[in-house]
């Protein structure tokens, strides 16, 4: 191979590699109280309860209330980047 084609292999691996990931989770400034509680509530870890049977204690004390299923299924399209 010459150099020139392992430079352009090179390069077309990085370019395939970065992927659609743009934003960097920033784990040192999370962002304030309120971004952090609309991220919670957006990305919901913990178990879903219409899905099985109910875990007792799987949920904290803040989350005990999930979003009912039609607003889970609409926050995208109801968010600001889905607005026109």
């Given at each position: 191979m010459s150099v020139r084609s392992i430079h352009l292999l090179?390069?077309?691996s990085l370019v395939a590699s970065t992927g659609c990931g743009r934003e960097r989770p920033n784990i040192m400034h999370p962002g304030d109280l309120q971004s952090q509680r609309f991220n919670a509530i957006a990305h919901d870890p913990y178990t879903d309860q219409?899905?099985?049977p109910e875990v007792v204690g799987g949920r904290?004390?803040?989350f005990?209330?999930?979003l009912a299923e039609?607003?889970?299924n609409r926050w995208l399209m109801d968010s600001f980047?889905?607005?026109r």
């Open positions: 090179c390069a077309l219409d899905a099985g904290p004390r803040e005990q209330k999930p039609p607003v889970r980047w889905s607005k």
